[in-house]
């Protein structure tokens, strides 16, 4: 079996969890793996696209084709898997609850040229059922291998993680007011991991203790785990329920506690003062991470469900072999 999986950057963590992380599994398993980057535009997509008649299937990942790029893939595909972690059919800063136009047409059109959608949750599993022949709901997942809990030395003030990027960077503002007059109360420091700082209105928080850490593919395991709480805020847009919490993931999967905002699937992974916390608002923000601050034995209890949680739930582990069965089926292939 043949599989070209089609992204627009390696890079992007869409790709390295939905589909990098999967290749080794699938090619020990007999399944010849062709990543290609997708062109920006013209005549090497289409080449690109041509070429791909070889291939059992193409895995093409989130991104969403104009009509002339559908129909030149369409032929040359034998079967093609339309992968979607994102509420797509939305533009990232949509609040009106409305799709808009031309990425809804796009969306619909996506769905039904593929022989099979999979869908991060089941928000975005919903949105493809009413337009694709066959759905399933696939999770994002972690390599718990790699992203695993370090032997933690106690952190005196502890430290309290987000990690994002330029596109995200505005998320952590809503929750700088509750660390500001947390900041007064309880001793930390709070430690930015991104490509930037930009965007991030620490300024007007001068409570708040900050350091800025570059974001790098090397380091990023042991940011993670540097981090004694992780953060998740999200504003409750179309765009952020359509997420699929792989940063609370990693959080739990490295033994951190996540504070989380309730937007989405990861009201579905975490159970609020077991597995990690859900926080709505300013006062539910600053309450969980006080409690989590002041109890380092509670951040013990809480990380070990959260990473207990990951591993038979939202595990590579458990998920490859999903996958592979997935393809085969829809291939042709018999399970040996």
């Keep these: 079996m043949k599989i ?22 699938l090619e020990q398993h ?8 997708i062109p920006p535009v013209g005549l090497a997509r289409v080449r690109l696209f041509l070429g791909l008649r070889g291939y059992d299937a193409v895995f093409l990942q989130k991104k969403m084709l104009g009509p002339f790029d559908r129909l030149i893939l369409r032929r040359a595909a034998r079967r093609i898997v339309y992968d979607v972690d994102d509420a797509v059919m939305f533009g990232e800063h949509d609040r009106s609850g409305a799709p808009r136009r031309l990425r809804m047409r796009r969306f619909r059109a996506m769905a039904r040229m593929s022989d099979l959608v999979l869908a991060g949750n089941d928000t975005l599993r919903q ?31 502890p430290v309290i993680g987000w990690s994002g990027s330029r596109s995200t960077n505005a998320y952590l503002n809503a929750v ?24 991030i209105d620490l300024a007007r928080h001068g409570n708040v203790r900050a350091e800025f850490s570059r974001w790098s593919a090397a380091t ?60 709505a608002s300013g006062g539910e923000w600053e309450g969980a991470l006080e409690r989590l601050l002041r109890d380092a034995a509670l951040r013990r209890e809480v990380s ?9 739930r939202y595990s590579l582990a458990a998920h490859a072999p999903r996958l592979l069965a997935i393809l085969r089926d829809l291939c042709g292939e018999d399970t040996p």
């Design 4 to 25: 070209a999986f089609l992204t627009t950057r390696l890079e992007k963590p869409s790709y390295r969890f939905r589909v990098g992380q999967f290749l080794p599994f």
């Design 30 to 37: 007999g399944v010849a793996c062709a990543p290609f980057i």
């Design 127 to 157: 949105a493809a059922a009413a337009h694709a022949a066959r759905v399933f709901c696939f999770p994002t997942v972690v390599d718990t291998d790699q992203y695993r809990p370090e032997a933690r030395v106690p952190r005196t003030p």
């Design 176 to 199: 700088l007011p509750a660390l500001d007059r947390l900041a007064g109360r309880v001793p930390f420091t709070l430690r930015v991991v991104s490509d930037t700082p930009a965007g």
């Design 220 to 279: 990023e395991r042991d940011d993670f785990r540097g981090f004694d709480i992780g953060l998740m805020p999200l504003p409750d847009t179309p765009w952020a329920r359509g997420k699929c919490a792989l940063k609370a993931l990693v959080y739990m999967a490295c033994g951190v506690p996540a504070v989380c905002s309730p937007v989405g699937v990861v009201s579905t992974i975490i159970t609020n003062g077991r597995n990690g916390f859900l926080a």
């Design 304 to 312: 070990a469900r959260g990473r207990e949680t990951v591993e038979e």
